[in-house]
């Protein structure tokens, strides 16, 4: 199992949640997120690599940013 983390930056709380997973790919974020709520800004990590910044757009639609 590989360990990713999410951090999830909602305008409604004062600052980022971190959330730590173990998963064999990083497509399992998708499960952890897809409660959030519209809005939401999310970056995926695995260790110190930044896999995916996305938005959820609407119910279990996101947009995907490209990385800088």
């Known amino acids: 199992m590989r ?3 999410l951090i999830i ?3 409604g709380l004062p600052q980022p949640r971190r959330i730590d ?3 064999e790919g990083p497509d399992h ?3 952890i997120a ?3 709520v519209q809005g939401v800004n ?3 990590w695995e260790g110190e690599q930044l ?3 996305m938005t959820k757009t609407e119910a279990n639609i996101w947009e995907l940013h ?3």
Do not use: G, K, S
Request: charged content about 35%.
């Open 9 to 11: 930056d909602d305008v």
């Open 51 to 53: 896999l995916a910044r």
């Open 34 to 36: 897809r409660n959030e």
């Open 42 to 44: 999310v970056a995926l």
């Open 66 to 68: 490209p990385l800088r």
């Open 3 to 5: 360990e990713f983390y």
């Open 21 to 23: 997973f173990r998963a």
């Open 29 to 31: 974020a998708f499960q």
